[in-house]
């Protein structure tokens, strides 16, 4: 059972910059997905990027151009670079692994854009 733990969350300014850290409790085969998704108050949870070695980085349209997903395999971490950040971005971010077709979460991490 993949255990995934979320950091990096907080209060920041219109236009400020936050770093997501999700770090998996064992190695992910390089394969397999690691995604970043998010669920404002009162809305589904969306897909925000995924990353998997062979394949370029999916990123969401709303997110595109500001926010960039990276991975280091032997750190077992995903990344989560968010630059020009808006109101519209507020919500829990989650931490989400793939591995023999089951989905591992982690609890989140909220991110408030708000002056």
């Known amino acids: 059972q993949v255990q995934l733990v979320e950091s990096g969350g907080g209060l920041v300014q219109p236009g400020g910059s936050l770093r997501l850290s999700c770090t998996a409790s064992?190695?992910?085969?390089?394969?397999?997905?690691m995604s970043w998704y998010r669920q404002a108050p009162g809305k589904e949870r969306k897909l925000v990027a995924r990353i998997r070695s062979g394949r370029d980085p999916e990123v969401a349209d709303s997110v595109r151009g500001r926010f960039a997903i990276s991975r280091d395999n032997a750190k077992k971490t995903v990344y989560l670079q968010m630059n020009s950040l808006k109101p519209e971005d507020t919500a829990v971010y989650y931490c989400n692994v793939r591995e023999n077709g089951v989905n591992y979460w982690g609890r989140g991490t909220l991110v408030t854009v708000s002056s």
């Open positions: 064992e190695t992910i085969i390089s394969s397999d997905p």
